[in-house]
């Protein structure tokens, strides 16, 4: 099923396949989308960096339909990124028989009746959110046109923390925090806490270990109103997508789970005016959204990765051949922390669910205008 309902998202291929790829639909004509761009994009959750896998993939994307001379058409829009450093023999030799604990190799088993591509976790493989990345980047250039941006950061990773960008602002400050982070091979925009960070993995690795992370994300400028409460608020969705990402396990906003041990009091968020004077919930524990619809103020969410569960330190499994108990000790290319190369998928997924509920929220917002104009509107006041 896609992702999205007025702009629809579907993505295919498998992790030691040909290809991956995305095709999105319902992108509106006009939009200035170039592969360059989804390159720049795509070259932030590229393997073969510091401190992540050791598979290397050029990722670079081919537009097979719906842009021409560099604008979108308003036809589906169908890009292709090839895999071309692959090597199955771990899977073929040893993922086959036994599951890896941790990954979808058992369910996929059992939910295709043993048809299902082992090879590198098929297509519940991390490879695949590059095509999500991809299509993000044309869903970020819609909601830029309105003046919406994003911006995620790795807030945790095992015991080291980044502190939290306060005061955020669009423009020049976020440019510049966007530099920062891309500078640190963990996407930690302070340099003390990046430090930190790449010493509490280099310290996992050396034990044949890996760690969980936590992405916190940030939208700024997305207008009152967003979302589509019963059952598609935006939180909703934006969290639907998220957990579309391999190895999520968590997602809150604002003060999240911390609410439940708070009286109301202290999690309940005044109401002021902010300095364009719209009302503003302060200071945030909302995270920006009010029964399921943005409130005007930044969005922040924050999602959890697990540890990468292929390991070195062997693990109990099961054999198929006898159905009788096995180890396994992982061997393969993985990423130390799923978390790190993760930080660009969660802003491609905020970018997709915020553009659809911007595309789903424009034309009845101008319909309103324009009866207004029209002398046409509804109660006064």
């Not at 989308?33 to 990722?59: A, F, K, Q, Y």
């Not at 939910?111 to 591509?117: A, I, L, T």
């Not at 098929?122 to 999500?132: D, E, I, K, N, Q």
């Not at 005016?273 to 719209?278: H, Q, V």
Request: aromatic content about 6%; charged content about 25%; glycine content about 14%.
């Amino acid at each position: 099923m896609p992702l999205g309902t007025v702009l629809r998202l579907t993505i295919f291929g498998e992790s030691h396949g040909c290809c991956i790829g995305a095709v999105l639909e319902g992108v509106p004509p006009g939009v200035p989308v170039s592969p360059e761009e989804i390159d720049r994009e795509l070259e932030l959750r590229r393997p073969g960096r510091r401190l992540t896998t050791p598979r290397r993939e050029e990722d670079r994307v081919e537009i097979l339909s719906g842009v021409h001379m560099g604008y979108t058409t308003g036809a589906p829009l169908a890009m292709l990124i090839r895999n071309r450093d692959v090597d199955s023999s771990f899977y073929e030799q040893v993922v086959r028989y036994r599951p890896r604990p941790g990954h979808a190799d058992l369910t996929a088993r059992l939910r295709s009746m043993g048809f299902n591509d082992y090879r590198g976790g098929g297509p519940f493989s991390g490879r695949l959110t590059a095509a999500l990345v991809a299509a993000g980047t044309v869903a970020k250039k819609i909601a830029g046109m309105h003046g919406i941006q994003f911006y995620a950061y790795l807030r945790a990773l095992g015991p080291a923390e980044c502190p939290e960008p306060r005061g955020l602002a669009g423009g020049e400050q976020l440019q510049r925090l966007r530099e920062e982070r891309n500078k640190s091979p963990v996407f930690c925009h302070d340099e003390a806490a990046s430090r930190e960070m790449e010493q509490a993995l280099i310290e996992a690795m050396k034990k044949g270990d890996s760690l969980g992370g936590l992405v916190e994300l940030w939208i700024l400028g997305a207008p009152p109103g967003l979302g589509e409460p019963p059952f598609d608020t935006l939180d909703g969705d934006l969290a639907k997508a998220f957990f579309a990402i391999p190895g999520v396990k968590g997602v809150e906003f604002g003060t999240g789970m911390a609410v439940a041990r708070m009286r109301g009091s202290e999690a309940t968020d005044d109401l002021v005016l902010g300095p364009d004077a719209a009302p503003t919930p302060v200071p945030g524990h909302g995270g920006g959204i009010l029964g399921g619809i943005a409130a005007g103020a930044p969005i922040v969410a924050r999602v959890a990765f697990k540890p990468t569960s292929t390991i070195r330190l062997p693990k109990k499994t099961i054999d198929w051949r006898g159905l009788e108990e096995a180890e396994i000790t992982g061997r393969g290319r993985h990423d130390p922390a799923i978390a790190v190369r993760a930080v660009p998928v969660v802003e491609a997924a905020a970018a997709l669910v915020v553009a659809d509920h911007l595309l789903r929220w424009l034309p009845w917002r101008l319909e309103h205008y324009h009866r207004l104009e029209r002398g046409l509107g509804g109660p006064a006041g």
